[in-house]
């Protein structure tokens, strides 16, 4: 079944694929928490969200943390081609044009970039892509 990027039913879904590939995870992601705000969105409404990592694994979920290391801004079409598309040349030019905004630890944000990928991620990605409308 497809789901709205980012809905809360997208959400929950992309958490329960996080859940069934995390016991097989060898990689420890890096330590950050991270929060994510999502403009542009089809209705007009902000979107926040957040991820973190802090406990050794991944949680993300919709709010937002009050000790986030960093905060993203980014359109929706941008949040979309990176988290789905994992296209990260759409997002490297967005942030250099200026649509994605960073505020805080940027030396965080980037160390999530040069990052050792566990060979779950890519299951984990796929299914999220296919979970997608």
């Excluded at 694929?17 to 991270?34: D, N």
């Amino acid at each position: 079944m497809a789901h709205e990027f980012l809905s809360d039913d997208w959400i929950e879904a992309a958490k329960g694929i996080y859940a069934k590939y995390a016991p097989q995870m060898t990689v420890t992601p890096p330590v950050i928490k991270m929060n994510l705000v999502v403009t542009e969105t089809p209705d007009g409404n902000e979107i926040r969200t957040y991820t973190d990592t802090s406990s050794g694994a991944m949680t993300m979920d919709k709010g937002e943390l009050s000790d986030a290391d960093v905060t993203l801004t980014l359109p929706y079409d941008v949040a979309k081609k990176q988290m789905v598309d994992q296209d990260q040349a759409a997002a490297m030019q967005a942030f250099m044009s200026g649509k994605v905004k960073v505020q805080g630890d940027m030396m965080k944000l980037m160390g999530m970039q040069g990052a050792a990928q566990d060979p779950m991620t890519a299951k984990i990605n796929e299914e999220i892509k296919e979970m997608t409308a």
